[in-house]
């Protein structure tokens, strides 16, 4: 039985507002997102904190040797909610290649979930890891995954 490792989220108080103001359908489901980014850092080896912020006033994710993963919903397009990534990286390219059925994309930086989509879970915990482990797994073809 191990125990669980020492693990710290840092969280900007403001991110909860951000969470606040979601309609709530939407809310149920950035909620979920959060929560599997939460579990996945968790998980990780060498990862001990994460980092919850906003950038662009989205709420973000940020560890040690990881890339910055964002999500947020937009009322402009209101059936689906999204994951970021940063564009210059090679996470969604690499992901699309992986999980070319799996996901939706946008460009090369989001992953973009319908609003009735049924999640893989296992899937995008892959795509969450290597996120927050770029730095360490961004000379591997396909990022570790």
Not at 37 to 59: D, H, N, Q, R
């Amino acid at each position: 039985f191990e125990k669980m490792k020492n693990f710290e989220l840092k969280t900007n108080p403001e991110v909860e507002l951000v969470f606040a103001n979601y309609p709530e359908e939407v809310r149920k489901k950035m909620i979920g997102l959060r929560e599997l980014i939460l579990e996945t850092a968790k998980e990780l080896e060498g990862v001990t904190s994460l980092e919850e912020t906003l950038k662009w006033g989205e709420p973000s994710y940020l560890t040690k040797h990881g890339s910055t993963l964002r999500m947020d919903w937009k009322a402009k397009t209101p059936n689906q909610y999204a994951m970021y990534f940063k564009c210059t990286s090679r996470l969604v390219e690499t992901f699309r290649v992986v999980f070319e059925n799996t996901f939706g994309f946008e460009g090369n930086r989001a992953i973009i979930f319908q609003m009735d989509d049924q999640i893989p879970k296992n899937e995008l915990k892959e795509c969450i890891k290597a996120t927050l482990t770029y730095h360490k797994v961004k000379q591997l073809p396909t990022l570790g995954i």
